[in-house]
């Protein structure tokens, strides 16, 4: 049960939250919170925008003003600032495309050079050798490796079975968590963690375009554990259930900590796999339930490591078309010729980019991990991973955090 009775500053905060979502679909990624509040909200009509920015500004006073610790009062500020770009947009605002990046998520989107996509190519060239264009290469082993449909969730389970096994051996998993996993069509992701609370997830894995051997470890590494359905639960658990901190009920999809829920999700699979093992159980166990246990393991760990490196160029496109004002087809264009993906592959990622929710969420994925990745490298990596899992942080509170670190070290 929870620990302590909800403040104003946590009602305040999660009837903004539920409000908004009545006017953005989807800002609220999952409410476990008190259900009379949510049943509150949701009767009559959503109130008119103009009330929330009567809101957002008297919730941020109540913040500044609260006895909260400096570390959680930074970490409300930033989230609700969020909320209150979110609402200048709704109320006509014209924000830049990096402004409303730089509010919802605490972050500065950039341009990556291209020739870093240039230098992969050059190593998926390598890595599947013959005639013809490289991104022909990759897409005839791509069609050869997929997963027949009725062995799909069978691979999955394994997976979940794996990595939930090796996550419990480095973090303590709440009692009763769980997982479950549903196969889905046409939507704009590779796969979605639906959190339920009470230490609960659904993972929806889509299968259009259909589903890789090279997909089970990192989705479910990704979307479960240790990734997004763990921060969740041991979050619930520290932070609402044990604390009583009423802002971990709900989990919003625009704003800071989704970054560093991306990060946490993006670098999940090395917490708890080494290359070496990784290939053993993929060439092993994985592989051969798939019904293609000759796939070269060389091959398919490699091409993942790009596919996921090759997510930035997503956010190069997102940059062209919401920025530099590039039509969508040379956006395609874009795509198509560094993003190694077929037509299909492209179609998809173009339609995430123009989606109205999701178009600056693209940042979250590779800026998460790259701002992680100081405190996720070497010996202090599984202690560093373990407090992210379990405290509340944004971007800038990360990004204090490494300075510190760094400043230890020069002392």
Excluded: C
Excluded at 83 to 91: N, P, Y
Excluded at 96 to 104: G, K, M, N, S
């Amino acid at each position: 049960m929870v620990k302590s009775l909800m403040d104003e500053i946590g009602r305040g905060y999660l009837t903004l939250a539920l409000n908004l979502n009545r006017h953005v679909e989807g800002f609220v990624d999952a409410y476990y919170g008190p259900p009379e509040l949510k049943a509150e909200v949701q009767k009559g009509n959503p109130s008119s925008v103009e009330a929330l920015a009567d809101d957002v500004r008297q919730l941020q006073a109540a913040i500044a003003h609260s006895d909260y610790d400096p570390q959680r009062k930074e970490y409300l500020g930033l989230q609700v600032r969020a909320m209150a770009g979110l609402i200048r947009k709704l109320l006509g605002d014209e924000l830049d495309f990096v402004e409303e990046v730089e509010l919802y998520f605490d972050i500065t989107p950039q341009m990556l050079d291209e020739a870093v996509f240039e230098q992969i190519h050059a190593d998926m060239d390598r890595l599947f050798p013959g005639g013809g264009s490289v991104l022909n290469r990759v897409a005839s082993w791509k069609k050869g490796v997929e997963i027949q449909s009725n062995r799909l969730l069978p691979v999955l389970e394994l997976a979940v079975e794996e990595t939930r096994r090796r996550t419990s051996i480095l973090f303590d998993l709440p009692r009763g968590e769980e997982v479950s996993l549903r196969l889905v069509e046409d939507e704009p992701w590779t796969a979605y963690n639906w959190y339920l609370g009470a230490y609960r997830s659904r993972i929806d894995a889509n299968t259009d375009p259909p589903l890789r051997v090279d997909h089970p470890i990192s989705l479910v590494t990704h979307e479960a554990y240790p990734g997004h359905h763990t921060e969740h639960a041991v979050k619930e658990h520290w932070l609402y259930r044990q604390k009583g901190r009423a802002e971990h009920s709900v989990l919003l999809s625009l704003a800071p900590e989704s970054v560093v829920s991306e990060g946490i999700a993006e670098t999940a699979e090395s917490m708890i796999f080494s290359p070496e093992e990784l290939e053993a159980f993929l060439h092993d166990r994985l592989n051969p339930l798939a019904g293609l246990p000759d796939v070269g393991v060389a091959q398919q760990m490699g091409w993942a490591k790009a596919r996921d490196e090759l997510r930035v160029v997503g956010a190069n496109a997102a940059l062209l078309l919401h920025e530099h004002g590039r039509p969508p087809e040379e956006v395609r264009e874009y795509m198509e010729r560094y993003g190694l993906r077929t037509p299909r592959e492209v179609a998809k990622g173009l339609e995430f980019i123009q989606n109205p929710l999701w178009r600056s969420y693209i940042f979250s994925y590779n800026m998460g991990k790259q701002l992680l990745a100081p405190l996720l490298e070497g010996p202090d990596a599984v202690a560093n991973f373990r407090r992210l899992l379990s405290e509340p942080f944004t971007p800038t509170q990360v990004r204090q955090w490494i300075a510190d670190r760094g400043a230890d070290t020069a002392t």
